[in-house]
């Protein structure tokens, strides 16, 4: 699957072409096009719940250069805040806005997408569930629909597998 190209999005699930329509109207691939933005979560995999967001992971080289692009763009969004911070020696910036159906959430690393956690996971995730039945995805969604995060959920199922 190639999680680069959001066409699977156009002829995915009501909530993936929802999501697609909310990024086209956004223009938020195209408007961050420089950063390499990759969707990534539960969205891509479909299994979003109606309070699941819309996570861009950004390759980021300069982070003021990064902050300017989303403050001329996105500034005037509902609850728009951007934050740049420093963990394990590593800068993350993470930039949030409410859209249209989603929350947006974008977040932006000196590393390459695919070397974020974000994007590692999604790829493990999608492995998981093409492995597994529908119901295995079901029950991944009615967890989440619980409160669980995604880890927890692959988790538990993978225990009570066990």
């Known amino acids: 699957m190639d999680f680069k190209n959001l066409d699977y999005l156009k002829h995915g699930s009501t909530i993936q072409q929802l999501a697609y329509h909310e990024l086209s109207v956004l223009k938020i691939m195209w408007v961050l096009d420089e950063f ?25 080289k300069n982070h ?28 993350a910036s993470i930039c949030c806005f409410e859209g249209e159906h989603f929350k947006i959430e974008i977040f932006g690393q000196h590393l ?26 079901r029950e991944i969604i ?8 995604n880890r927890a959920c692959f988790r538990k199922i993978a225990s009570i597998g066990r």
């Open 64 to 91: 003021d250069e990064f902050k300017q692009k989303l403050f001329k763009n996105y500034a005037e969004q509902s609850d728009f805040s951007f934050k740049t911070t420093s963990r394990f020696g590593e800068t």
């Open 112 to 137: 390459e997408v695919t070397q974020q956690n974000a994007y590692r996971h999604m790829i493990i995730d999608h492995k998981i569930l093409k492995e597994n039945d529908n119901n295995f995805s």
């Open 36 to 60: 390499h933005p990759v969707l990534t979560g539960t969205i891509p995999l479909d299994i979003a719940i109606s309070s699941s967001d819309l996570d861009i992971s950004c390759t980021v």
């Open 142 to 149: 009615k967890l989440k629909r619980e409160g669980l995060k």
